[in-house]
């Protein structure tokens, strides 16, 4: 993908003039046509040329989402369409010393064969549209993805629409000047032209049975295990029968059995889990992957995931999370967005003693009050840069790091409790002819890894976390509450923000659920966060 950009961009010097290509062309030249960056460059295709065709052998259906299938298509068409670029320069130059120059490539392209030309610029578009989807498969679960990919997308585009416009204008310019490689000898153009006659068919052609070769191979194997079938037998009565080596959850999509794989089948969740009635003495063991989950959720021993049990012989499965039917297609058609691990920050927010507030008011008395309440929390959550997850009751949660940084996250989350302290003041001088005591919150925060994705059902599904992270923001809220405290934040979190909290107590508190106890910092009720430059990290967010 390097040499490609850098070729593509050099292309687009075009533009400007062919002087001005070639002035940058040495440069490119040294960087790829030395040994070790040929070696490097020749290396890598020939090593990514061979685990596709191995992705290949290995897969067990050819289905595929279609953005995959088309980076295969566009994978398996770069050879063909390459091959006589590829030969008719570097191969050229090589054999025969020609000076494969701009003018020399785009009068043989623009001008001798303009066919040729016209399939080299449909290569443009394959190779590079071939590896911006390989750079999205592999980055799109990176943290910062999200932020770059307005501009990722921004040269994605660019790119090779510079570049295609940079040989159009190129090849317009060498026509008008009625350029003649008149340089080079007519002879070295005849022994090319042989050369390429005969290397040209040899290079596809051994790419095609290559290819060949590797889809044979796949119906080899698969009538092999047709003679060696193993019979997954459900609880429902269904009963599939698939060559070894398939999962178990494979076998119940071949079989149209509805299956849970939230992960999508790599073991990193329990949705997929089974239990097995016969057959487990002879299964294999389980991998580490597959026993490191099953401990996290205290599974009995006759329960396995079924992405990754591959069955050796017959056995009796119950799917332990079993899909309404009814409901299949309705959950496949929701805009949900798998969920991932983030780091991310927590915040929740309670009114203390609200039980005692609502006491003899009328029920439209105490909406108009949450109403306030609400948009306050809300307003100072969005401003500070985070998301309003969910409201219970008198509370509220809010994540912040779902977009950026656990760094930013930590600060944006301090920033909001900031601002939720003084607002609250003002809201209390609002109210105070409404209500007997002034309000007063409870703030707990904490930061670490969740698992944040779209949850629920039909309208009602939004973006939220799960996971300890949240429980322990939940536990700090509560320890606020009863350490009659405005806020309690974690020393993680702290840490991770780089804000300067040390006027505030630092204590050890217990925590349900874990073993070790955790340090956090206690605001006390009446007092506020001074944060450095708080209103511009509110409205920079």
């Known amino acids: 993908m390097a040499f490609v950009t850098m070729h593509l961009l050099n292309h687009a010097l075009l533009l400007v003039s062919i002087p001005a290509a070639e002035a940058v062309r040495p440069w490119f030249l040294l960087i790829w046509r030395n040994p070790l960056g040929?070696?490097?460059?020749?290396?890598?295709?020939?090593?990514?040329?061979?685990?596709?065709?191995?992705?290949?052998?290995?897969?067990?259906?050819?289905?595929?989402?279609?953005?995959?299938?088309?980076?295969?298509?566009?994978?398996?068409?770069i050879p063909l369409l390459l091959a006589e670029h590829v030969i008719g320069t570097r191969v050229m130059h090589t054999l025969t010393g020609v000076e494969d120059d701009y003018k020399y490539v785009l009068r043989a392209l623009w001008i001798d064969n303009p066919v040729v030309g016209f399939w080299q610029a449909v290569a443009v578009v394959v190779v590079w549209g071939h590896g911006c989807l390989g750079l999205y498969f592999w980055l799109r679960y990176r943290p910062w993805y999200p932020r770059a990919a307005p501009w990722l997308l921004v040269a994605a585009v660019l790119v090779p629409v510079l570049a295609l416009l940079g040989f159009a204008d190129g090849g317009r310019a060498v026509a008008e000047t009625d350029y003649v490689a008149s340089a080079v000898d007519p002879a070295i153009i005849e022994q090319g032209v042989r050369v390429k006659g005969w290397l040209l068919p040899a290079v596809r052609g051994s790419f095609a049975a290559m290819l060949a070769a590797v889809f044979a191979l796949r119906a080899l194997r698969m009538r092999r295990?047709?003679?060696?079938?193993?019979e997954i037998r459900y609880s429902d009565g269904h009963v599939v029968r698939v060559a070894k080596g398939h999962s178990v959850l494979e076998a119940s999509r071949m079989g149209g059995i509805p299956h849970y794989a939230v992960c999508g089948g790599k073991g990193?969740?329990?949705?997929?889990?089974?239990?097995?009635?016969?057959?487990?003495?002879?299964?294999p063991p389980a991998g580490p992957i597959e026993r490191a989950t099953l401990a996290r959720i205290g599974a009995d021993p006759d329960v396995r995931l079924a992405c990754q049990l591959h069955p050796t012989s017959d056995l009796s499965v119950t799917p332990l999370l079993i899909p309404d039917r009814r409901r299949a297609l309705t959950l496949a058609t929701q805009p949900a967005t798998p969920g991932r691990e983030?780091?991310?920050?927590?915040?929740?927010?309670?009114?203390?003693?609200?039980?005692?507030?609502?006491?003899?008011?009328?029920?439209?008395?105490?909406?108009?009050?949450?109403?306030?309440?609400?948009?306050?929390?809300?307003?100072?959550?969005?401003q500070a840069g985070g998301r309003m997850d969910k409201f219970i009751g008198d509370g509220a949660m809010a994540l912040f790091g779902v977009d950026t940084t656990n760094v930013e996250a930590c600060r944006q989350a301090l920033v909001a409790a900031a601002v939720i302290l003084d607002d609250l003041q003002r809201l209390n001088d609002?109210?105070?002819?409404?209500?007997?005591?002034?309000?007063?919150?409870?703030?707990?925060?904490?930061?670490?890894?969740?698992?944040?994705?779209?949850?629920?059902?039909?309208?009602?599904?939004?973006?939220?976390?799960?996971g300890d992270t949240v429980n322990v923001a939940s536990r700090l809220e509560l320890v606020a509450k009863e350490l009659d405290a405005s806020v309690v934040v974690s020393e993680q979190a702290v840490r991770l923000s780089g804000l300067d909290l040390s006027a505030f107590d630092i204590r050890e508190v217990d925590i349900r659920g874990r073993a070790q106890p955790l340090q956090v910092r206690v605001v006390p009720q009446g007092s506020t966060i001074a944060i450095a430059g708080q209103s511009q990290l509110v409205s920079a967010a």
Request: with cysteine; aromatic share 8%.
């Open 38 to 77: 040929s070696v490097v460059l020749y290396g890598a295709v020939v090593v990514h040329l061979l685990l596709v065709l191995l992705a290949l052998y290995r897969r067990r259906s050819l289905v595929m989402p279609a953005r995959e299938a088309l980076q295969v298509f566009f994978g398996l068409a």
């Open 225 to 230: 295990e047709r003679r060696n079938l193993v």
């Open 268 to 283: 990193r969740c329990s949705t997929c889990r089974i239990k097995i009635s016969e057959g487990l003495d002879d299964m």
């Open 342 to 382: 983030r780091e991310i920050a927590i915040l929740f927010c309670d009114i203390r003693s609200f039980t005692e507030l609502s006491d003899h008011r009328l029920p439209f008395d105490i909406v108009f009050l949450l109403n306030r309440y609400f948009a306050m929390v809300g307003k100072a959550v969005e």
């Open 430 to 466: 609002e109210l105070a002819g409404e209500i007997n005591a002034p309000l007063r919150v409870a703030i707990g925060i904490h930061a670490g890894p969740a698992i944040v994705g779209a949850m629920g059902y039909r309208e009602v599904m939004h973006v939220t976390a799960i």
